[in-house]
């Protein structure tokens, strides 16, 4: 569960990843690093005590090396902070998101007058494993707008409707009180662990 920072007030709603994007991560970091590590030497010491051509039957090698890249590079992002936010004072709803693969850790806004917003609604995202990551999706000008991906029902709930008092376009679902329901009771009974 992604740990959002919820302000609502009565002319205004801002959300954000509760740390704002900052600190790093260096919990994970080094747990990357450290598995990075390990497999590097593992194929280092491999590489030293064989005579490797990188012939076809070398290619899982390739696998391999690329999987130790992945590695490094998630140790490495996991030092920098991202994250993503909304904002809306009744005017104008501001989305703000620093990538996940950036390295200069620098917010980048857009900015849209509520009138050109369409259905705005929590639904996928994006897709992590084998289940959609839900978030906020919207249109604006012909075009799809995704943010706050991890967001779950209960708070996307409380956030639509805030949005809504303050006159935005937004897409009811009818399953929404079921999806909230459902969320609560897994919270209740498994500590959020489902």
Known sequence: M????????????SVSHADGGW????????????LSAVTVGAVATWLTTHDVEFSPSEWPLAGIILFAG????????????SGQSI??????????????????????YESFPISAIKDLQ?????FGGQRPVMGLRFKVDGE????LPGL????????????????????????MPMMVDMALSRRK??????
């Open 144 to 147: 799809t707008k995704k943010t």
């Open 2 to 13: 992604v740990d959002f920072k919820i302000e609502i007030t009565k002319d205004r709603v």
């Open 70 to 81: 992945t590695l490094l590079w998630t140790a490495f992002r996991n030092l920098f902070p």
């Open 122 to 126: 929590f639904a996928s995202v994006a």
């Open 23 to 34: 600190p790093p991560d260096a919990g994970t970091a080094i747990v990357f690093g450290v």
């Open 87 to 108: 904002a809306c004072d009744g005017n104008t709803l501001t989305i703000g998101r620093i990538s996940d693969v950036s390295v200069r850790s620098q917010w980048k």
């Open 152 to 175: 779950e029902s209960p708070e996307a709930a409380k956030i639509l409707d805030a949005l809504g008092s303050l006159g935005v376009n937004i897409a009811r679902d009818p399953a």
């Open 189 to 194: 009974h498994f500590g959020g662990v489902l």
